[in-house]
């Protein structure tokens, strides 16, 4: 089955090379637990395949990265970005509409991180709701996990770790949780994401980056 689904990835891998390559993460990050038939999400499963056939496709010289997450299976989400951040083309990530949650590292596992205008990203503490956790071992897995969101955002973008975890442990900024929602313009200031642009402007960074690395070769 694994195999079967490898080479269908790399087939379309493949069948749709160009300079650059775009992949979509929308809705939810699905990840070991399925979500509901009519849920829009993204099936972790079928793009970090894609995402190592991309890495071995000669013809495809770039990847834009098109992000509009609601949340989803933390560990997935990781697992993709770490995918991301370890690619030798270069990747440009846009934040369209809304960064929730996972969508953060997937950002600013790209090497340029761009949002939109009007886009805006949500980072509040990992966790399953806005409940209090009650069991000891539960919250210390939370911790851990956070940990890792944490220290992965911090090591590719310019965000400071205290700023981070000021967004995310607010009280004031989200009626019914903690967290915050910010602004293109504030995620670009934070640090948090690299610049405010559009497709025009992720295309021409991947394209400027392509030239230079033909230049350099």
Same mark, same amino acid.
């Given at each position: 089955?694994?195999?079967?689904?490898?080479?269908?990835?790399? $087939?379309?891998?493949?069948?749709?090379?160009?300079?650059?390559? *775009?992949?979509?993460?929308?809705?939810? /990050? +699905?990840?070991?637990?399925?979500?509901?038939?009519?849920?829009?999400?993204?099936?972790?499963?079928?793009?970090?395949?894609?995402? $190592?056939?991309?890495?071995?496709?000669?013809?495809?010289?770039?990847?834009?990265?098109?992000?509009?997450? &609601?949340?989803?299976?933390?560990?997935?989400?990781?697992?993709?970005?770490?995918?991301?951040?370890? %690619?030798?083309?270069?990747?440009?990530?846009?934040?369209?509409?809304?960064?929730?949650?996972?969508? &953060?590292?997937?950002?600013?596992?790209?090497?340029?991180?761009?949002?939109?205008?009007?886009?805006?990203?949500?980072?509040?503490?990992?966790?399953l709701t806005?409940? /209090?956790?009650?069991?000891?071992?539960?919250?210390?897995?939370? +911790?851990?996990?956070?940990?890792?969101? &944490?220290?992965?955002?911090?090591g590719h973008?310019?965000?400071?770790? +205290?700023?981070?975890?000021?967004?995310?442990?607010?009280?004031?900024?989200?009626?019914?949780?903690?967290?915050?929602?910010?602004?293109?313009?504030?995620?670009?200031?934070?640090?948090?994401?690299? *610049? %405010?642009?559009?497709?025009?402007?992720?295309? $021409?960074?991947?394209?400027? +980056?392509?030239?230079?690395?033909?230049?350099?070769?």
């Open positions: 089955m694994e195999e079967q689904a490898l080479s269908q990835t790399t $087939a379309l891998g493949t069948a749709s090379a160009g300079e650059i390559h *775009c992949v979509t993460i929308i809705g939810q /990050v +699905e990840g070991h637990q399925l979500m509901d038939a009519e849920v829009k999400t993204t099936k972790y499963e079928h793009i970090m395949p894609l995402l $190592a056939a991309i890495e071995e496709t000669p013809e495809i010289r770039g990847v834009l990265l098109l992000l509009n997450t &609601v949340g989803g299976d933390v560990d997935a989400g990781l697992g993709i970005a770490e995918l991301i951040a370890g %690619m030798t083309k270069p990747v440009a990530s846009l934040i369209l509409g809304g960064g929730h949650s996972i969508g &953060v590292p997937l950002a600013v596992s790209a090497r340029r991180s761009f949002i939109a205008k009007s886009a805006a990203v949500t980072l509040h503490p990992v966790r806005g409940v /209090v956790l009650g069991a000891p071992q539960t919250y210390r897995y939370f +911790e851990q996990m956070q940990e890792r969101v &944490v220290g992965f955002i911090t973008s310019r965000i400071s770790r +205290e700023r981070l975890l000021g967004y995310m442990l607010a009280t004031d900024a989200l009626a019914t949780d903690m967290g915050t929602v910010i602004t293109g313009a504030e995620a670009v200031d934070s640090g948090l994401i690299d *610049c %405010m642009g559009s497709l025009r402007d992720a295309l $021409a960074w991947l394209h400027q +980056e392509i030239a230079g690395g033909e230049a350099k070769g």
